[in-house]
């Protein structure tokens, strides 16, 4: 099949990558569960949701049956009164807390480190480390909890209407010998390239291929998630040296595990099946977990 731009169609999942996801100090984001869903409370809770049209924090916090006031300090950036649509919210699960002191019980997400997580509660990177002498730095685990004390003993709630959204640190010039990778498809067609919307909103690049293919690590590095994403299906997050994160999305079956090395060409996964019944792969790269175009890297 040759390679050949598609515009893409329908209103596809978004990653935060991820996605990931995300995903890596980055990867990637999970789209928010439709009003009066049976499903949300079991769905949302512990997933980042985008706003829909008459979304507020309170119906979120109902939706995922967890306090107001705890959605509101996992969120120290937005503003109540001032939600827009396709804003993103992290929905805290039942295991975290956010007393008003401090110190927060906060879970490991995909691309998390513990600089990006002071930085979004306002806290001391350097206290969040020793909060958690257990824990190395440069391995977190997701899913782990780990306590983050709040800079300054001030809550996280009290300066949420004046506090911006934590920004990822710029990540530096990009690595000399980032280019020329392969693709992680061997024969697809690009059915959307990176970049934004009609609406402004940033997308991952979207592959198509024929069913049954894999999809391949487009460099050595180790496997730092590898498992489902609601809406994403199965998703394989890759970590490569000099802060570069790779991710594949909407996979059917897995083929390999969280921790385990891979070298460039290592199948990943089975790509899945999407409603409209092609064979879609979503593939998301970042340089620090800020999202970048993967063509930049790919041969």
């Not at 309170?58 to 306090?67: Q, Y």
């Not at 002191?101 to 990177?125: H, K």
């Amino acid at each position: 099949m040759a390679e050949r731009p598609v515009a893409g169609k329908g209103c596809l999942p978004r990653l935060a990558l991820i996605l990931l996801f995300t995903l890596l100090t980055g990867c990637a984001g999970q789209p928010s569960t439709p009003n009066g869903s049976p499903d949300a409370a079991a769905g949302i809770a512990g997933s980042w949701v985008s706003i829909r049209r008459g979304d507020t924090l309170g119906n979120i916090a109902n939706r995922a049956e967890v306090p107001l006031v705890r959605l509101q300090r996992f969120n120290p950036g937005i503003e109540p009164r001032g939600l827009a649509v396709g804003q993103r919210v992290l929905v805290p699960n039942r295991q975290e807390r956010a007393p008003s002191g401090g110190p927060y019980r906060y879970q490991i997400r995909p691309g998390d480190t513990f600089t990006s997580v002071a930085r979004r509660f306002g806290a001391d990177p350097s206290r969040v480390v020793a909060a958690n002498p257990d824990v190395t730095p440069t391995d977190l685990k997701v899913g782990h909890l780990i306590q983050v004390p709040l800079g300054g003993g001030s809550s996280a709630s009290s300066s949420s209407a004046s506090t911006p959204p934590a920004r990822l640190p710029d990540p530096g010039t990009m690595p000399a010998d980032a280019k020329g990778w392969p693709w992680p498809l061997d024969d697809y067609d690009v059915a959307r390239r990176f970049g934004k919307d009609a609406h402004g909103t940033l997308q991952p690049m979207l592959l198509t291929t024929s069913q049954g293919a894999r999809a391949k690590a487009v460099a050595d590095g180790q496997v730092r998630f590898a498992d489902s994403m609601r809406q994403l299906g199965q998703v394989v997050i890759v970590h490569h040296p000099d802060n570069l994160q790779s991710v594949y999305a909407r996979c059917a079956r897995l083929l390999v595990d969280s921790g385990q090395r891979v070298e460039r060409g290592t199948p990943l996964c089975v790509v899945g099946t999407a409603s409209n019944g092609r064979h879609e792969l979503l593939f998301d790269m970042r340089h620090g977990g800020k999202p970048m175009d993967p063509q930049t890297v790919l041969r």
